[in-house]
């Protein structure tokens, strides 16, 4: 039984997640300096998720210091949540990756610490914040319930964009290196503010759409869940439609997709649906080599698909078989050291076009091979796994809010497989789903929180 204390150390113990959500909205990508103002310096700028240039920016700066925050609250409170779960070993894998693979690679082994230090503060330190602060299913839904009022002040700034074009980086920290990438849309301009690429301004409003999904169907669901949060919750339901409005692509299909998740509300379809999805995936991606290749002679040979292509490119809409031609581009490298991989995120500089793959998947697979694939995809799939083994086949009364950092956790892995801006702010609720108040809960009475787990 989890109870909400009264007391300030308690409103004190999600100030740390509110912070780092306020600084990944706010504070500047990385120090870039004139370079930035190079048209092609953005074919080699990843994002903050992965170790490919200086150690300090906004991931580690913000991982530092909200995990000291948030260490200084939780020890002056004991809670069970400081102590080390089976869940916390994947990222403890995804961390110490680097430095296992430089074991067996030929990479220099102060890089390959290096490597694991920067992936402690980027991943490590907001997923101990989440394990630190979210200590039950009321701590979720406060957060959630940050990220969708981040996300109404965010739609309003990036509506000024939207008619405007961008500016605000530009003007506050100095060029951006995808300022002008995928600015025009059909109509208006895609907005950037301080996110470091346009695809992930897409994602971050689709993961504010889902939340705002996630709230609406548990409104539906009051008689389980005493969450009423007033009137304005109800036009918080305008934040589905964003993602649409700035005509981010990939993000709107991505979008549809989480809400259907969270519609589903039998555990077994949607454990069969997303086992399904799961295997499809990987099927897919190890044998994209061979699909892309025939589709390439159909693309040439098919009248039908030669029509379709020329279709797509003269809409706007061919970034898709770009991106994966960039994938395909890199494949030979991968295959030269698939275990343990080069040992650096930019071993795609080896080739003599110097282009990168678009797609964190690609990039990790290149750098720390199968091992760092396994790693990082464990981070999605153990809590996944811990969330349904934790029900009953026939129990019908989830939490949602804990399904939807699942449903996030999930859209964040697909797309990943075709860009490389991953939303470091969802490791936070990630940390939170692997504490011991949040794998299953409902509300029993108005305050309490009772927790169910598989015994």
Known sequence: ECRMSGTSLYGMRLWPIIGYLAGSLLLPIAPF????????????????????????????????????????????????????????????????????????????????????????????????????????????????????????????FALIEFAGGRFYYEAIYGPHPFQMEGKTRYFGYRPLLMMEDPNQFGMWFATVAIIACAF???????????????????????????????????????????????????????????????????????CRGPILHYARQSLNTVPAARSAKAWLQDHSLGSLSWRLAREDDHLALIRQHPIVGWGDINFWRLNSDRVRPWGLVTLIAGAYGTLGVLCWVSLTVTPILAWFLSHHADDQRFCVFGKTVLVLLVVQLIDAFLNSGYLLTLVVLHGGMTSNCTVFCRTSTPGVSTVETKK
């Open 33 to 156: 300096g004139p370079q930035a103002e190079n048209p092609n310096f953005f074919t080699s700028v990843l994002g903050n998720a992965l170790p490919y240039g200086p150690l300090i920016n906004r991931a580690t700066i913000l991982g530092g210091l909200s995990l000291l925050m948030a260490g200084l609250i939780a020890w002056s409170a004991p809670s069970s949540s400081r102590k080390l779960r089976w869940l916390d070993v994947p990222m403890l894998c995804w961390i110490i990756c680097p430095t296992v693979a430089g074991v067996f690679n030929a990479s220099p082994f102060r890089q390959d610490i290096q490597q694991s230090v920067y992936l402690a503060f980027a991943w490590g330190a907001p997923y101990a914040v989440g394990r630190l602060c979210i200590t039950h299913w009321d701590d979720l839904r406060i957060c959630l319930l940050a990220f969708l009022i981040a996300g109404g002040v965010t739609f309003g």
């Open 216 to 286: 609406w169907l548990n409104s539906r669901q009051s008689n389980q869940y005493q969450t009423d949060a007033g009137p304005w919750l109800k036009a918080s339901r305008v934040l589905v439609l964003p993602v649409f409005l700035f005509q981010a692509i990939g993000a709107s299909v991505l979008s549809v997709f989480g809400m259907s998740l969270l519609i589903i509300q039998n555990p077994r379809v949607l454990s069969r649906g997303l086992l399904f999805a799961g295997a499809l995936a990987v099927v897919l991606f190890a």
